[in-house]
Each structure stands twice: as structure tokens, then as C-alpha cells.
């Protein structure tokens, strides 16, 4: 058997932190330093030569350094050896830039997987792909997990048992994840209709379901501006929402969104630790649940060819 090695990018730490206690390993030394220029050199300080090496990541801000750096010690890991490099993203970044919507837009979602690959990646591990068909940008295995399941249980534990639950999904594009905490928590699902002028902006343009006396969960894959999730929020208590909680994987909260959320209508925004969250981005409304354990179950089942599908009940497999 070839040994698990576990590196962490400077991205998020205290993730990897979590997901080496949950697999008992410790965290393999890696230095990453600047020349004075900015340019990235990211020095591996032990041997992993045959070893099955899992490199943690998240495409989170700044988005640009961190893939870069990823790249660079994937190119590391495989010039020193290593049998197999895992590349585990929390968040997969540029993952909205998926299509061609507009005539000369890049497919910046593809661009990265072609990196990736190119850098020496043999595997992807990723938690709520913005698109399940991104897995087809990769010719290398991809083994994607949902955070889905562990929001629920919060869910579970934390509203009125007695509450009417509704799930919503933000966008159209949502409704299959949507559906799938829908089914977990035995309630019914609506859906907002947005629009999106230009990239980072979004309207209401209608709301598809009975929400009136309803406690609303809005589930989006991230929050980045706020703006599609808390536009949506005030549309649902205009048409009769009671409560509108909020729930997403990935908080990417950029500029004053956690500001904006904490003065938003929602009761409580329930969001995962793939992307880190300083200080100053947190507020009394977010909740963070890790996905330490569910990344750490993984790493161990694709470490021992074990299934990586059997961690999800059958509402998770295949939702979107
Ligand atoms: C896009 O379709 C995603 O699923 C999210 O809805 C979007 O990224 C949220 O962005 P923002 O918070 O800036 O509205």
C-alpha cells in the first residue's frame, strides 16, 4: 500500500487542519515563499516519492494566487514522484465562467480543468461543483460531494420541528439541488426566477410556489455578492414568507455582502467552511458547519479504492 500524504495550500488552513485530525494524519511540510517580484515558489520539504498525495486548496480569495499556487505544487508533487496527485478544491473557482453565453466569452471553468490536468493532476475532489456537468471539463477522475446533507441536519436540529419548511431554490439553475434538501427534509420546494444584466447584479423577476405562512430556506451553491440570495429573501417576505433562513455552500461574502446579509430580513445564513471566513466577514447571522469529516471520509475511501458515493444517501447521488 502506497502512503497518504496530506498538503495544504495556504488558501484555508484551519479546513485542513480539521480534515487531517478527522483522518489522524498530520500535514505534510510544504513552504511556500515570494520572490520579490510576486512570483510564487513552493518548496516540498519531504520525500513523496510512490505516495498517494492529496493536496487541499480552495479557489477562494485571492482566487488568482491560490490556483496559482496550486498549480505550482501539483508540478512539484510530480517532479518529486508521487504515485498519485489528488487535487482537493473545496471551492472550485471560476466555476460560474462554465458556457458560452454571450459571443467571444472565454469557458474559464474548462481553462482551469485543462491546468489542472496539465499540471499533473490525477483526480479531482470538489465539494458542490456551481454545475454538476463541469465534471465532463475533466478527463481525470472527479469524485464531487455535496455539502447538502450536513446543512440538513442543522436544519433538522436547529428550526421549529412544528415550522412549515419550504426549500427555494435562488435560480432556476438551483432546482436540482434544491430538490434534494427539499426531499431530506420532507418539505416542498419553490423557485425564484432571476435575471442576471450583467455579471454580479441579479433581479426578481418571479417566484414559482406557495410561500405565504411559510418558513423559507433559500440553498444556493455560494453567496458572493448577497445579491441573488437577500433580493430573493425580500421577494419571499413581500409574498408572505413568515421566516426566510438562508443556506449555502460556499461564502464567498465579497465586499460588504456580510454587512448586507446581517441587515437583510434573513433569520440565519447557514454556510460550510470550504471557503475560509476572517474575522471581519462574520457576523451573528452566519453559521458555519465544516465539511472536515465528509473531505476526510473521502480522502480515505479514494486512499483505499473504497466507494466515494456511498457517503450520500440516494437524494444526493446524481442531483444535479
Ligand atoms: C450563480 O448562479 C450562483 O449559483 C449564485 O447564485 C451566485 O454566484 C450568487 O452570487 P451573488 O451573491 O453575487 O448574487
Avoid at 268 to 291: F, H, Q
Wanted: charged share 25%.
Amino acid at each position: 500500500m502506497h502512503d497518504l500524504r496530506l498538503f495544504t495550500g495556504t488558501s484555508n488552513p484551519e479546513l485542513v487542519k480539521k480534515i487531517a485530525e478527522c483522518l489522524g494524519t498530520h500535514i505534510a511540510a510544504l513552504t511556500v515563499t515570494r520572490f520579490s517580484d510576486g512570483e510564487l515558489r513552493v518548496q516540498v520539504n519531504e520525500s513523496v516519492r510512490g505516495d498517494d498525495v492529496f493536496v487541499v486548496q480552495s479557489g477562494s480569495s485571492p482566487v488568482n494566487d491560490n490556483l496559482m499556487e496550486l498549480l505550482i505544487t501539483i508540478d512539484a508533487l510530480r517532479r518529486a514522484s508521487a504515485r498519485r496527485i489528488n487535487v482537493v478544491m473545496p471551492y472550485y473557482c471560476y466555476a460560474r465562467q462554465d458556457k458560452k453565453v454571450r459571443p467571444r466569452e472565454p469557458v474559464a471553468a474548462k481553462l482551469v480543468a485543462n491546468l489542472l490536468r496539465e499540471a499533473g493532476a490525477s483526480r479531482l475532489l470538489a465539494v458542490d461543483l456551481h454545475a454538476g456537468q463541469l465534471v465532463g471539463f475533466f478527463d481525470i477522475p472527479v469524485d464531487h460531494l455535496y455539502a447538502g446533507p450536513i446543512i440538513a441536519d442543522y436544519l433538522t436540529a436547529n428550526l421549529p420541528a412544528d415550522s412549515k419548511k419550504l426549500v427555494v431554490s435562488p435560480d432556476v439553475g438551483g432546482v436540482a439541488r434544491t430538490t434534494s434538501l427539499a426531499e431530506v427534509l420532507g418539505a416542498p420546494i419553490a423557485i425564484v426566477v432571476k435575471r442576471r444584466p450583467e455579471p454580479n447584479k441579479s433581479e426578481v423577476m418571479e417566484v414559482i410556489g406557495d410561500v405565504a405562512g411559510k418558513t423559507a430556506i433559500l440553498f444556493d451553491d455560494i453567496i458572493d455578492t448577497g445579491g441573488s440570495i437577500i433580493n430573493a429573501a425580500n421577494s419571499l417576505i413581500e409574498r408572505g414568507a413568515a421566516k426566510v433562513y438562508a443556506a449555502c455552500t460556499h461564502p464567498v461574502l465579497s465586499g460588504d455582502a456580510s454587512r448586507r446579509l446581517l441587515e437583510s430580513p434573513i433569520e440565519k445564513v447557514i454556510v460550510t467552511d470550504t471557503v475560509p471566513l476572517p474575522d471581519e466577514k462574520r457576523n451573528e447571522k452566519i453559521v458555519v458547519v465544516s465539511v472536515a469529516g465528509l473531505i476526510a471520509s473521502a480522502i480515505e475511501r479514494i486512499h483505499n479504492e473504497g466507494s466515494v458515493s456511498e457517503l450520500f444517501s440516494v437524494h444526493w447521488k446524481g442531483q444535479q
